[in-house]
């Protein structure tokens, strides 16, 4: 027993010892090789490095090497130009015409009464039939409402009526 607990405490002394010597490494490494090669790059890229001081002739260096800084009031006129969060009505209505000359290229070709109706809707433009649901969709147009002689089709706020 002594002799197992002889040996843990020799590999634990070894154990201590490599990771001094791994640490110091680490250490030496980072000081005497890293930190020099960082400030070069520094230097290289011309970045100015403003060190915080609170004497007025410090206040007057950082604001001449900060040129790209600018005042509060440059930001908001800009942002104002640009009206960021204003709805586009351009695109909305242009949107809303490609699909209203979609909607005309529609022809409700039968419908399927039932519990849960289905209308047979053909599109003369790509030449396909499609079997549709209350809900569905074909492209950007909602199936609305599927009725005896009717369909019910709505584009946003626009609704259109298909009928046999």
Known sequence: MDFNRLKLARINNILAVLFLLVLVYLLYDLFVFTAPRIS??????GTNII????????AKQKSSDISVARQLDYYTQKIGAKNLFKASLVEESSNTTIAATEAQTLILKGVIAGRNPQAV????KTQKTYFVVK???IGDIIIDSVEENKVKLKLGSEIFVLTL
């Open 40 to 45: 070069d790059s520094i230097k290289k890229s």
């Open 51 to 58: 060190h915080e001081d609170s004497s007025p002739q410090n």
């Open 121 to 124: 809707i053909e599109d003369t």
């Open 135 to 137: 809900n569905d969709k």
